[in-house]
């Protein structure tokens, strides 16, 4: 009681777990799954970092844990849910941060992300993840690849059910093998007709996207460049993609790819191949730097840009506005207000 927490909603492609301390396992699921937890943050969270137990059970006053799992029977019972926290909130509040993970990423591990990176943003929203059939392996690459395939539906369900509860708006973040997924299911829904039919998705946000740069091309072609509200934030020294690429047969992956020829599509690009971080991949900057994050954070509150006043279109600038010395380069920004496609 009275610890600092999250709540996030689950929106998922997995089967439930027969551990129930899991909720939800790595198999796929035919239906889109809803559950709801509580995430609590310890008093010595340090931003861009998730503080796990080394052992079990973890301790809320060192520890990221998860408690008070709800599992919703039916649809209805989410949205009613969602919306209910929604309605409790100022007017500020009553947005939306769905976030869709990568590659080798169990719900647990989704889960904290959420909760870790809403919190640093100072999102003033409520989370939701969606979590696609990872199986949290490292070995298990093609699994979760073809998971991401067959998830593209339940994307789109899930941002239906979404919009059922009436928030103000959608910001998307994608990391990784889920910017695949993602860019897959808006493709489709451009395909249909549907893509953001309401005017609620603010932002969409792709952060190391694992997608093949040929690939990428394609799907955007589906996008009408008045509707890409897409940003892309890539580094050159992202060991992972380096690995990915190599699997690939040496073609570039989106995130370690041109930053000049992903602005010519139509996108914002984020280089943060100069930004200094702990890991020894550099593969997850956008939620581990806390400069970094605060700069989304900022962006999401304002829906702001993320480039300074005197940047020009493709064209880098040196210092994102407001984030001293973080050496940050934007490439193709474009000024876009609230509710824009």
């Known amino acids: 009681q009275g610890l600092v927490g999250e709540e996030v909603y689950v929106l998922t492609a997995r089967e439930l777990s027969d ?23 310890p008093p010595n969270h340090e931003a861009g970092k998730i503080e796990r137990a080394r052992t079990l059970p973890p301790d809320p006053r060192t520890d990221f844990t998860i408690i008070d799992p709800v599992v919703f029977p039916n649809q209805q019972g989410f949205v009613a ?7 409790q909130r100022p007017r500020s509040g009553r947005d939306v941060l769905v976030f869709v993970h990568g590659f080798n990423t169990t719900l647990t591990d989704a889960v904290l992300r959420t909760a870790q990176f809403a919190h640093d943003t100072g999102f003033e929203g409520i989370p939701v993840v969606f979590s696609w059939a990872s199986r949290g392996k490292t070995f298990d690459y093609v699994y979760d690849l073809n998971s991401a395939l067959a998830a593209r539906d339940q994307l ?10 009436s928030p103000a708006g959608l910001d998307l973040v994608a990391h990784s093998m889920g910017n695949f997924l993602t860019m897959e299911a808006l493709r489709q829904a451009a395909l249909l007709g549907k893509l953001n039919a309401h005017r ?16 990428f091309e394609a799907q955007l072609k589906s996008i009408p460049r008045s509707r890409r509200n897409v940003y892309v934030f890539i580094s050159a020294n992202d060991k992972a ?3 990915s690429r190599f699997i690939a047969g040496g073609v570039s992956r989106v995130g370690d790819a041109d930053p000049e020829r992903l602005a010519d599509l139509g996108v914002t690009v984020v280089d943060l191949s100069q930004v200094k971080d702990t890991s020894s ?7 581990e730097v806390p400069e970094v994050v ?6 999401l509150e304002d829906d702001g840009n993320f480039e300074t006043s005197s940047s020009r279109p493709n064209r880098p600038a040196q210092v994102v506005q407001g984030i001293a010395n973080v050496p940050i380069a934007v490439f193709g920004g474009r000024t876009r207000s609230a509710g824009t496609p």
């Open 19 to 41: 551990d129930p301390a899991l909720l939800f396992s790595g198999d796929r699921s035919a239906t889109l799954n809803m559950a709801k937890v509580r995430v609590t943050i």
């Open 81 to 87: 849910g969602l919306r209910g926290d929604l309605r």
């Open 156 to 165: 789109i369900d899930a941002s239906q059910v979404l919009l059922e509860a």
């Open 200 to 215: 609620k998705i603010r932002n969409v946000i792709l952060a190391s996207p694992d997608i093949d740069i040929d690939v």
């Open 241 to 243: 993609l380096g690995i």
């Open 281 to 287: 991949i550099h593969h997850t900057k956008f939620a």
């Open 294 to 299: 605060q700069l989304i954070g900022s962006h």
